[in-house]
T-cell receptor, first 113, second 110 residues
Framework: DAGITQSPRHKVTETGTPVTLRCHQT?????MYWYRQDPGHGLRLIHY???????DKGEVSDGYSVSRSKTEDFLLTLESATSSQTSVYFC????????????FGQGTRLTVV | DAKTTQPPSMDCAEGRAANLPCNHS???????VYWYRQIHSQGPQYIIH?????ETNEMASLIITEDRKSSTLILPHATLRDTAVYYC???????????WGAGTKLIIKP
């Protein structure tokens, strides 16, 4: 299995509070991604990173920000959590941006109450 | 929106071959077909991908029709651990994003 660790694995937070999810990789892969998955749906891309301090938006980026200060860590922040952000969040890594397989973390289940 | 169409669910007997179809009639010449699966509550797992030739690895085989408008993922000897949601995804080299549909829920029965 690819060395990807997501933390925390589960979190319950209150509406309006900031939340940060962490993705840590030991593979030295350049590209990292944050997805969310809602019941009965496939994954949707939130943000991605193509290098240290290089990030860009995905299709559902509103309400989220990211940072990547080191190759191995990619942080996802919900600036002011809302109930619509209750979801399972997955981090993924790839060696290249445009081909080959993606490796996924085990997910973070976030509940906003 | 996803560029693929898959049946929502399928059953297969344990030990038999599981054949999962996928339609991608609008696929472009430089787009690959990727297959991932997601076992309950876990992160998705890469299975296989191909462009136009059939591909095989230790997990599965991928059969792509000559016109590339459809493909079939074959799990040769399904086990109970293959019960999962299987996603067929079309992606070109010019983009970074995997566009996920709802996938096929495959249930392997003893």
């Amino acid at each position: 299995d690819a060395g990807i660790t997501q933390s925390p694995r589960h979190k319950v937070t209150e509406t309006g509070t900031p939340v940060t999810l962490r993705c840590h990789q030991t593979e030295n892969h350049r590209y990292m991604y944050w997805y969310r998955q809602d019941p009965g749906h496939g994954l949707r891309l939130i943000h991605y990173s193509y290098g240290v301090k290089d990030t860009d938006k995905g299709e559902v980026s509103d309400g989220y920000s990211v940072s990547r200060s080191k190759t191995e860590d990619f942080l996802l922040t919900l600036e002011s959590a809302t109930s619509s952000q209750t979801s399972v969040y997955f981090c993924a890594i790839t060696r290249l941006d445009r081909s080959t397989e993606a490796f996924f973390g085990q997910g973070t289940r976030l509940t906003v109450v | 929106d996803a560029k693929t169409t898959q049946p929502p669910s399928m059953d297969c007997a344990e030990g038999r071959a599981a054949n999962l179809p996928c339609n991608h009639s609008t696929i472009s010449g430089n787009e690959y077909v990727y297959w991932y699966r997601q076992i309950h509550s876990q992160g998705p797992q890469y299975i296989i991908h191909g462009l136009k030739n059939n591909e095989t690895n230790e997990m599965a085989s991928l059969i792509i029709t000559e016109d590339r408008k459809s493909s079939t993922l074959i799990l040769p000897h399904a086990t109970l651990r293959d019960t999962a949601v299987y996603y067929c995804i079309v992606k070109g080299d010019s983009n970074y994003q995997l566009i996920w549909g709802a996938g096929t829920k495959l249930i392997i029965k003893p």
